[in-house]
């Protein structure tokens, strides 16, 4: 049996086209992912070009290779373009209200410990509405995942600036360029504690989904920062009117530096993109640490 798509003849069976990619299960007729999406509720709303697609897949992937009983995986999101994931896993997940996604994770852990807590939502629902729970979750080393992908605006309500938005970044409420200065996200983790903070940009597919392995089985509060386009809201307003330009501008301004200061990593208008594992360390995560003081209170 031929694979073909439009026209297009790719002279391997389906069996070996999957072996080839390393898919796992059965073959016949079923996309690889689909016991981890909820295939009723495709096709998804993001636009033609969006790098959520791929972040979703590089963070599924990543979920397969850790090992984490996914019975024991809860998926938390926000609102907004990205929070959208939660409604489209397979996994228990929860859809919370706007910039609240963190500290319904930090419930959900207190609550069940022996959950592996996955925060996946956007850059305005994470450090500009809910900047606060951001960096308190971090200093306090919550057990947490938090996927961030910033694509440096309010994409899904309009396209408006928020706190990532570049300087000189066009939006609707910025039309003659932003003049604010932007957080940077990994700056921004690194500072208030966070024991691994990762940015990379959706082109790097393979690096990204390492670094969510990594992140996931790192215990405390970790930290991955997605570069990704925005077609619609952002990247038409900036010389980025398509998804493909925003993979261009990544491949040629794309710099890893593992290990950089990330106060040293800020992303300007039209300048380099850092990327790299910055942080990698250890410590007691809030639970240890209140479990520490529970054992000292008893012995005394």
Same mark, same amino acid.
């Given at each position: 049996?031929?694979?073909?798509?439009?026209?297009? #003849?790719?002279?391997?069976?389906?069996?070996? @086209?999957?072996?080839?990619?390393?898919?796992?299960? +059965?073959?016949?007729?079923?996309?690889?992912?689909?016991?981890?999406?909820?295939?009723?509720?495709?096709? @998804?709303? %993001?636009?033609?070009?969006?790098?959520?697609?791929?972040?979703?897949?590089?963070?599924?992937?990543?979920?397969?290779? $850790?090992? =984490?009983?996914?019975?024991?995986?809860?998926?938390?999101?926000?609102?907004?373009?990205?929070?959208?994931?939660?409604?489209?896993?397979?996994?228990?997940?929860?859809?919370?209200?706007?910039?609240?996604?963190?500290?319904?994770?930090?419930?959900?852990?207190?609550?069940?410990?022996?959950?592996?807590?996955?925060?996946? $939502?956007?850059?305005?629902?994470?450090?500009?509405?809910?900047?606060?729970?951001?960096?308190?979750?971090?200093?306090?080393?919550?057990?947490?995942?938090?996927?961030?992908?910033?694509?440096?605006?309010?994409?899904?309500?309009?396209?408006?600036?928020?706190?990532?938005?570049?300087?000189?970044?066009?939006?609707?409420?910025?039309?003659?360029?932003?003049?604010?200065?932007?957080?940077?996200?990994?700056?921004?983790?690194?500072?208030?504690?966070?024991?691994?903070?990762?940015? %990379?940009?959706?082109? @790097?597919?393979?690096?990204?989904?390492? $670094?969510?392995?990594?992140?996931?089985?790192?215990?405390?509060?970790?930290?991955? +920062?997605?570069?990704?386009?925005?077609?619609?809201?952002?990247?038409?307003?900036?010389?980025?009117?398509?998804?493909?330009?925003?993979?261009?501008?990544?491949?040629?301004?794309?710099?890893?530096?593992?290990?950089?200061?990330?106060?040293?990593?800020?992303?300007?208008?039209?300048?380099?993109?850092? +990327?790299?594992?910055?942080?990698?360390?250890?410590?007691?995560?809030?639970?240890?640490?209140? #479990? #520490?003081? =529970?054992?000292?209170?008893?012995?005394?």
């Amino acid at each position: 049996m031929e694979l073909k798509t439009d026209g297009y #003849r790719l002279d391997r069976t389906l069996e070996t @086209h999957a072996e080839a990619e390393g898919l796992r299960g +059965e073959i016949h007729g079923r996309h690889p992912m689909d016991d981890l999406l909820r295939t009723d509720r495709l096709p @998804h709303i %993001w636009c033609p070009g969006c790098g959520l697609g791929t972040a979703l897949t590089c963070f599924l992937s990543a979920l397969l290779r $850790s090992g =984490l009983d996914l019975d024991k995986v809860a998926v938390v999101s926000g609102i907004g373009c990205t929070g959208r994931v939660a409604g489209y896993v397979r996994l228990d997940s929860f859809h919370t209200t706007h910039g609240r996604a963190i500290p319904f994770a930090t419930g959900l852990k207190l609550g069940n410990p022996e959950l592996k807590v996955v925060v996946f $939502s956007g850059d305005g629902d994470l450090v500009t509405i809910g900047g606060n729970h951001f960096i308190h979750a971090a200093r306090r080393n919550m057990d947490m995942t938090v996927i961030c992908v910033n694509n440096f605006n309010y994409g899904m309500t309009g396209g408006q600036a928020g706190a990532t938005t570049p300087v000189g970044g066009i939006t609707t409420t910025s039309p003659y360029g932003n003049y604010e200065y932007p957080f940077s996200i990994s700056a921004l983790a690194a500072a208030s504690g966070a024991v691994y903070v990762a940015r %990379w940009t959706v082109l @790097h597919a393979r690096r990204l989904e390492r $670094s969510i392995v990594e992140a996931l089985l790192k215990p405390g509060f970790s930290l991955v +920062e997605v570069i990704a386009p925005c077609p619609t809201g952002f990247g038409r307003r900036n010389r980025l009117r398509q998804g493909l330009d925003a993979m261009h501008y990544y491949h040629e301004h794309g710099v890893i530096q593992h290990g950089a200061d990330p106060v040293k990593t800020d992303i300007e208008l039209e300048g380099p993109v850092i +990327e790299g594992k910055f942080v990698d360390g250890e410590k007691p995560t809030f639970l240890e640490q209140y #479990r #520490r003081q =529970l054992d000292r209170l008893r012995g005394a």
